[in-house]
């Protein structure tokens, strides 16, 4: 599943690490997710939504594989 | 000044712990054993420094592990874990019931604290790190029943197999699956 937080998160200057600590996760959760080798739980996609002040919707796109 | 792996449970600096705490435990275990199995026909002096030397690789190696957990790297500890079980057999012990007492103390105190520590590391870990968990042990545990299987069909030709063998095949093949399986979520 593709998803826009690579660009929401260099939009806020934050690193992969500084994101992480706001999402209690680890670095490689949050790496795993932008390359799309990962797709979060509810909950968590929930959280993302939250940090960037979004919704689910808007940052991920149920439609697209990362891969394609 | 080491930067980390892919995974942030595993860094560089973690290597080399790893690999001098496996070689200073088995150092430090082989000197002991020659030394508790032939303490009646080695010179005192010899003896003795047998002994030091034993004790001096262990406790390297237990600060070395400290420092591994300290910082949080629990995976080394599947590592170690396989490589101690082989080296932990009460039956090669002398077959007296204080040094068997001693023995099992040890393995159960050392055992319990790996197993805490482990689960606490582990109960600890976000979402993606469980599911790398729970695919590693699929995969090595499948791999595991397999060999013991094809052991099995020929079990009566084949040296006999011991069941720290067995543990330590566990232990290591879930620390190589779990590695593999957290490079392939990163890139």
Do not use: C
């Amino acid at each position: 599943m593709k998803n826009r937080l690579r660009v929401l998160r260099a939009e806020r200057g934050w690193s992969q690490a500084e994101l992480a600590e706001r999402l209690r996760v680890s670095r490689q959760t949050v790496n795993a997710i932008e390359t799309g080798r990962y797709d979060p739980s509810l909950p968590l996609a929930f959280a993302i939504a939250r940090v960037f002040g979004s919704t689910i919707e808007t940052i991920f796109d149920p439609e697209s594989s990362a891969d394609s | 000044m080491f930067s980390r792996l892919p995974s942030e449970r595993i860094s560089r600096i973690g290597v080399v712990d790893f690999v001098g705490a496996a070689a200073t435990l088995v150092a430090g275990t082989l000197l002991l054993r020659r030394a508790g199995l032939f303490s009646n026909y080695l010179e005192r002096t010899y003896y003795f420094y047998l002994l030091l030397a034993g004790f001096i690789a262990l406790f390297t190696s237990g600060w070395l592990v400290f420092r591994i957990v300290r910082r949080g790297e629990y995976p080394w500890v599947f590592g170690l874990a396989a490589i101690a079980l082989p080296l932990f057999q009460p039956s090669v012990a002398p077959y007296t019931v204080r040094f068997r007492v001693v023995v099992a103390i040890r393995d159960l105190a050392l055992i319990a604290t790996a197993v805490l520590f482990v689960t606490r590391s582990i109960s600890r870990a976000d979402e993606l790190e469980r599911r790398v968990h729970v695919q590693a042990v699929s995969w090595s545990y499948t791999a595991i029943v397999l060999a013991l299987v094809s052991y099995a069909m020929f079990e009566d030709v084949l040296p006999p197999l011991h069941a720290t063998w067995v543990a330590s095949a566990l232990l290591a093949s879930w620390m190589v699956a779990w590695a593999y399986e957290s490079a392939r979520y990163q890139r």
